[in-house]
Structure formats: structure tokens, C-alpha cells
């Protein structure tokens, strides 16, 4: 866990206890590794309620409420994905701000049009969702540690906003 995404998350934290607001996370890539980065921070019970792993289609449709039609059009790895699970988490741990990852860390899966690397990202803040996608570089681990910090550098700019 790198120092970085320490930091970023007691500036987070500091965020949502003043709000009063509440952090969920949906992640498919990562495996959790957002929620371990939060949960590493003492008191993170205060403003951390939980997190989804939803490494398959089935966890994303059953726990995350992702549109079959999302998975159909766009697929898994896809920011149309991302949203829905950035939604689903909101309304599955009614909390006030969410953040969801889906991407290929690799080594295998990717394709011309999805690169191994490619990650989706969403962010839910109120009734407000936002989305990007990133290509990285590197091996599986070093592609998921690049997914954490940037997840958490844009959500600490989006609940500012």
C-alpha cells in the first residue's frame, strides 16, 4: 500500500466526517483493495461502511443491480458498468458517495478494443455520477495499484464538488 493512497484517504476521511457522509465501494479488479487501503486507516468504521466484490457478471447483475442490457451492450469493462455499480453500491449500502472499479489487470483478457490494463471507473456522490476510463501499464499487481490511487485522488476531488 503505497504512503500516497494513505494520505489521500485521511484527506477522505476527513471529508466525509465533516459531510457526515458515508463511503461504499464496488470493486471488480481490485478485489477489495480499495476497502483494505480504507479500512488500514484507524477509525475508518466512522465513515467507511463497506465493500462489494463483484468479480463476476452474476455479482454485478445480483448485488449491484448493473442493468443486464449494460452487460449486453457494453460489457463488464465498460464506464456505462462502472456507473451502474457506483449506483448499485450507493443503494445497496445507502450510503452518500460511492466508488466503483472494472477493468482487465491481466496478465490475459484483454482484447484490440480493451487493452489488458483498460479500467472503468465510477464515482456517486449524492445523486451525481461521474466516470472515466484509464489504460495502464505494467504487470497485474502494479495495474491495480495504479487503479487504487486514482480512484481515490478523483474521489477526493469529487466530494468537494
Keep these: ?8 484517504v485521511a484527506q477522505i476521511a476527513e471529508q466525509l466526517l465533516y459531510r457526515k457522509w458515508r463511503l461504499g465501494t ?4 481490485t478485489g477489495g483493495s480499495v476497502a483494505v487501503v480504507c479500512t488500514s486507516l484507524p477509525g475508518s468504521s466512522r465513515w ?8 463476476s457478471n452474476e455479482m454485478k447483475l ?7 442490457t449494460t452487460l449486453q451492450e457494453f460489457g463488464a469493462v465498460s464506464e456505462a458498468c462502472a456507473s451502474d ?3 448499485g453500491a450507493q443503494l445497496a449500502m445507502n450510503v452518500e458517495v460511492s466508488l466503483s472499479i472494472t477493468g482487465i489487470a491481466g496478465p490475459e483478457g484483454g482484447s484490440p478494443e480493451k487493452p489488458v490494463g483498460t479500467v472503468c471507473f465510477g464515482w456517486a456522490v449524492g445523486d451525481r455520477i461521474w466516470t472515466d476510463t484509464r ?3 505494467g504487470n497485474r499487481e502494479e495495474i491495480r495499484s495504479q487503479s487504487v490511487s486514482y480512484a481515490l485522488n478523483k474521489l477526493a476531488v469529487y466530494i468537494q464538488s
Excluded at 1 to 8: E, F, G, H, L, P
Design 135 to 137: 489504460v495502464f501499464r
Design 85 to 87: 455499480m457506483a449506483r
Design 62 to 68: 445480483n448485488c449491484l443491480n448493473v442493468k443486464p
Design 1 to 8: 500500500m503505497a504512503t500516497s493512497d494513505r494520505i489521500r
Design 48 to 55: 467507511f461502511e463497506g465493500g462489494i466484490i463483484s468479480y
Design 26 to 29: 464496488a470493486e471488480s479488479c
